[in-house]
């Protein structure tokens, strides 16, 4: 018999579903070791660990099998707590939500905690007054009173109403109720403008989760929000995971935007954390959008949440102009830019104002072929083309890692006679200079943007007019806020439109609209040009006129009658393998159980599709397969995961498969 162990409750960073304990030692026990880092062994290996509670032994439920083996915590890693025990809870809600490996969601919501250096706000000096419009006082006085309680908001507002203007008077609202806010924007470029706006009013009380800080000063911004030394946080999605105290506020901007959704293990949406933080928490939660999500705004209808709309642009400055360029009708040539826009553009530089080209597609162009054989330039390692980057004279996979020198010759026959298909970014930037010689012209797109600051740089030129033409995926479409920009002009919206995704109306409506409304932000009357093969299609000419309420209304029946989401929960499950044999056993297997359990299926009105080969059937050298799930809640859809994961789990070779699981996937290639 020994004395009755003090045991620790640890996660690893495993793929596993369960929590590990260990014994803390007698030299341990007069410290309180919750909520820190510890170093343990882990089979052969010795890892970090994180104590999620501690446990007398007889508390212990889980069958501790072979106690002999229970092992000692060897130290332990951090002198405070470094994380909160709602933060637990919520950990918790979400590896059963997602059916995630709980260690995987405790990590991924812990930064790596270096030793922390000071993060200097470039901002906090700006301070500045505003004045909200009727409109916005308007909206705040709705959600006033519902600051720190469990409620849900949409507000719905076009380009340019002023949004932010309204975040903030909820946010200093919070403040005066000494509570804390999570203010999260989706892309990481829009993170310094959202930054700089609430740094004019709330300098150091703010401290910024981005993962473009270094490890120390990530670690200084997480400290100083556990401290509650800051008490508005403003990041991109894993902000959701920020260990603030008495939260009484979180914002999605741009809540429509598919970067919420995580595409790794735990493959959480920020939306859904946030629904879940805000009940658990008591905070409010608000959804910003111009086109919010199909989701939300169903939402709104079936009363579960309250929108509240702007319907006028701040100061009252008229949507742009929009025309379509029919493509059918007006050829473009060998440059790709019909003569109406190339007219268009040469007008807004001789006025000296700005221009931005939206075009969805990095690279120069999206593949190569040799005119003589035919012969396509594949990725190696996966089943799809090749992305020829100019700059770099580098061809590259966009699944994988894999990059290879660009050809002189083709592989194939050693003729010369390489062409290039389609085009990019890099391309248009080519294009254009060659046509505008004097331009001053710059590209933004996640090639620029991964250099350091280098978004940040580009969008700084474009607000101090030091260059006169800003071309993009994207990234330029979304919420910037650039005075001069008098003219948009949008390419091929087909490359969105044409994706396999029951949500590439929604995304194209939501991207167009997005991209136009940049057009004349202040005194001027802004202009855009759609320039597309595809000029009847709704969502496009529903974009011209931003009229999202028209739009809704037809997606809504498209999802109702093809059984999409709102109307079904969606789930999927991917196995892949290098070994195309094992996986092949393992559909055998899949396909026996789930065959008996059709009926079964049927009558819980669950349609469960696969296993099939995923449309990309090869990625980076594995073979890939996937499970489509469709069911009438997330109750019904989970314990079809769970059943599958077991199916999974009881194959003999499942050691040669990864299991891949996402609930409420956004893409499913
Ligand atoms: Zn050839
Ligand atoms: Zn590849």
Same mark, same amino acid.
């Given at each position: 018999?020994?004395?009755?162990?003090?045991?620790?409750?640890?996660?690893?960073?495993?793929?596993?579903?369960?929590?590990?304990?260990?014994?803390?030692? %007698?030299? !341990?026990?007069?410290?309180?070791?919750?909520?820190?880092?510890?170093?343990?062994?882990?089979?052969?290996?010795?890892?970090?660990?994180?104590?999620?509670?501690?446990?007398?032994?007889?508390?212990?439920?889980?069958?501790?099998?072979?106690?002999?083996?229970?092992?000692?915590?060897?130290?332990?890693?951090?002198?405070?707590?470094?994380?909160?025990?709602?933060?637990?809870?919520?950990?918790?809600?979400?590896?059963?939500?997602?059916?995630?490996?709980?260690?995987?969601?405790?990590?991924?919501?812990?930064?790596?905690?270096?030793?922390?250096?000071?993060? /200097?706000?470039?901002?906090?000096?700006?301070?500045?007054?505003?004045?909200?419009?009727?409109?916005?006082?308007?909206?705040?006085?709705?959600?006033?009173?519902?600051?720190?309680?469990?409620?849900?908001?949409?507000?719905?507002?076009?380009?340019?109403?002023?949004? /932010?203007?309204?975040? @903030?008077?909820?946010?200093?609202?919070?403040?005066?109720?000494? @509570?804390?806010?999570?203010?999260?924007?989706?892309?990481?470029?829009?993170?310094?403008?959202?930054?700089?706006?609430?740094?004019?009013?709330?300098?150091? $009380?703010?401290?910024?989760?981005?993962?473009?800080?270094?490890?120390?000063?990530?670690?200084?911004?997480?400290?100083?929000?556990?401290?509650?030394? =800051?008490?508005?946080?403003?990041?991109?999605?894993?902000?959701?995971?920020?260990?603030?105290?008495?939260?009484?506020?979180?914002?999605?901007?741009?809540?429509?935007?598919?970067?919420?959704?995580?595409?790794?293990?735990?493959?959480?949406?920020?939306?859904?954390?946030?629904?879940?933080?805000?009940?658990?928490?008591?905070?409010?939660?608000?959804?910003?959008?111009?086109?919010?999500?199909?989701?939300?705004?169903?939402?709104?209808?079936?009363?579960?949440?309250? %929108?509240?709309?702007?319907?006028?642009?701040?100061?009252?400055?008229? !949507?742009?102009?929009?025309?379509?360029?029919?493509?059918?009708?007006? @050829?473009?040539?060998?440059?790709?830019?019909?003569? /109406?826009?190339?007219? %268009?553009?040469?007008?807004?530089?001789?006025?000296?104002?700005?221009?931005?080209?939206?075009?969805?597609?990095?690279?120069?162009?999206?593949?190569?072929?040799?005119?003589?054989?035919?012969?396509?330039?594949?990725?190696?390692?996966?089943?799809?083309?090749?992305?020829?980057?100019?700059?770099?004279?580098?061809?590259?996979?966009?699944?994988?890692?894999?990059?290879?020198?660009?050809? $002189?010759?083709?592989?194939?026959?050693?003729?010369?006679?390489?062409?290039?298909?389609?085009?990019?970014?890099?391309?248009?930037?080519?294009?254009?200079?060659?046509?505008?010689?004097?331009?001053?012209?710059?590209?933004?797109?996640?090639?620029?943007?991964?250099?350091?600051?280098?978004?940040?740089?580009?969008?700084?030129?474009?607000?101090?007019?030091?260059?006169?033409?800003?071309?993009?995926?994207?990234?330029?479409?979304?919420?910037?806020?650039?005075?001069?920009?008098?003219?948009?002009? =949008?390419?091929?919206?087909?490359?969105?439109?044409?994706?396999?995704?029951?949500?590439?109306?929604?995304?194209?409506?939501?991207?167009?609209?997005?991209?136009?409304?940049?057009?004349?932000?202040?005194?001027?009357?802004?202009?855009?040009?759609?320039?597309?093969?595809?000029?009847?299609?709704?969502?496009?000419? !529903?974009?011209?006129?931003?009229?999202?309420?028209?739009?809704? %209304?037809?997606?809504?029946?498209?999802?109702?009658?093809?059984?999409?989401?709102?109307?079904?929960?969606?789930?999927?499950?991917?196995?892949?393998?290098?070994?195309?044999?094992?996986?092949?056993?393992? $559909?055998?297997?899949?396909?026996?159980?789930?065959?008996?359990?059709?009926?079964?299926?049927?009558?819980?009105?669950?349609?469960?599709?696969?296993?099939?080969?995923?449309?990309?059937?090869?990625?980076?050298?594995?073979?890939?397969?996937?499970?489509?799930?469709?069911?009438?809640?997330?109750?019904?859809?989970?314990?079809?995961?769970?059943?599958?994961?077991?199916?999974?789990?009881?194959?003999?070779?499942?050691?040669?498969?990864?299991?891949?699981?996402?609930?409420?996937?956004?893409?499913?290639?």
């Amino acid at each position: 018999m020994h004395e009755p162990w003090l045991l620790a409750e640890v996660v690893l960073n495993v793929p596993l579903h369960s929590t590990f304990y260990y014994i803390i030692p %007698k030299e !341990l026990q007069d410290q309180d070791i919750a909520l820190k880092r510890v170093a343990v062994h882990f089979g052969r290996r010795e890892d970090i660990g994180f104590v999620m509670r501690i446990l007398k032994e007889e508390d212990v439920t889980t069958d501790l099998r072979d106690l002999k083996s229970v092992k000692e915590i060897e130290s332990v890693l951090d002198a405070q707590p470094i994380f909160t025990s709602d933060l637990i809870s919520l950990g918790e809600t979400v590896a059963e939500y997602y059916h995630a490996p709980i260690g995987e969601v405790i990590f991924t919501m812990l930064p790596p905690l270096k030793e922390p250096k000071h993060f /200097t706000n470039p901002y906090i000096s700006d301070q500045k007054d505003f004045t909200p419009n009727e409109e916005q006082q308007q909206a705040f006085d709705i959600m006033k009173d519902s600051v720190g309680t469990a409620s849900t908001f949409l507000l719905q507002g076009v380009t340019g109403s002023g949004k /932010t203007e309204v975040y @903030k008077l909820l946010a200093r609202e919070c403040l005066l109720k000494n @509570k804390s806010s999570i203010i999260l924007v989706p892309e990481i470029a829009l993170t310094d403008q959202t930054l700089r706006r609430f740094s004019e009013e709330f300098g150091s $009380n703010i401290a910024l989760f981005h993962s473009k800080l270094s490890p120390a000063e990530r670690s200084s911004e997480w400290l100083r929000v556990l401290k509650g030394d =800051a008490k508005i946080v403003i990041g991109p999605r894993s902000a959701i995971f920020a260990p603030v105290k008495d939260l009484g506020l979180i914002i999605l901007d741009e809540e429509h935007d598919p970067s919420y959704k995580a595409m790794d293990s735990p493959r959480y949406h920020a939306r859904g954390v946030a629904f879940m933080r805000s009940k658990k928490e008591k905070a409010l939660l608000l959804f910003g959008s111009a086109t919010p999500s199909i989701e939300s705004r169903y939402a709104s209808d079936q009363g579960l949440i309250t %929108k509240i709309q702007l319907i006028n642009r701040f100061n009252n400055i008229p !949507l742009p102009e929009v025309q379509i360029v029919d493509l059918k009708e007006e @050829k473009t040539g060998n440059t790709f830019l019909s003569e /109406t826009l190339f007219k %268009k553009l040469v007008d807004t530089l001789a006025q000296q104002k700005q221009s931005l080209i939206f075009l969805n597609r990095r690279g120069y162009s999206p593949s190569l072929l040799c005119q003589d054989c035919g012969f396509f330039f594949k990725c190696p390692n996966c089943d799809i083309g090749m992305t020829w980057h100019k700059r770099d004279g580098k061809v590259k996979c966009r699944y994988c890692e894999f990059e290879d020198s660009a050809p $002189n010759n083709c592989p194939e026959c050693g003729g010369f006679n390489i062409k290039d298909v389609g085009h990019g970014t890099e391309k248009l930037e080519d294009s254009l200079q060659t046509l505008l010689p004097a331009a001053r012209i710059l590209r933004l797109d996640l090639d620029t943007a991964k250099k350091k600051n280098g978004s940040d740089k580009v969008l700084k030129a474009m607000r101090d007019h030091e260059a006169d033409i800003l071309v993009g995926t994207q990234m330029i479409a979304k919420g910037h806020d650039i005075a001069n920009i008098t003219l948009v002009g =949008a390419l091929f919206p087909e490359i969105m439109l044409s994706l396999p995704d029951f949500r590439a109306s929604e995304r194209t409506f939501s991207l167009l609209s997005q991209a136009i409304g940049r057009a004349g932000r202040r005194d001027t009357q802004g202009y855009a040009i759609i320039q597309t093969y595809l000029a009847d299609h709704f969502a496009v000419q !529903l974009a011209i006129t931003q009229d999202y309420e028209q739009f809704y %209304k037809q997606e809504i029946q498209i999802r109702k009658e093809f059984n999409y989401p709102p109307f079904v929960r969606m789930g999927r499950i991917v196995f892949r393998s290098t070994d195309e044999n094992t996986l092949t056993q393992l $559909n055998y297997h899949l396909k026996k159980y789930l065959k008996k359990e059709k009926s079964n299926f049927q009558a819980h009105q669950l349609e469960v599709l696969g296993p099939s080969p995923c449309p990309i059937e090869r990625i980076n050298n594995y073979y890939r397969y996937h499970i489509l799930m469709k069911a009438k809640n997330h109750a019904s859809m989970l314990r079809v995961i769970k059943f599958i994961y077991k199916l999974y789990k009881g194959f003999p070779s499942k050691d040669k498969i990864k299991i891949e699981i996402d609930v409420d996937p956004t893409q499913i290639l």
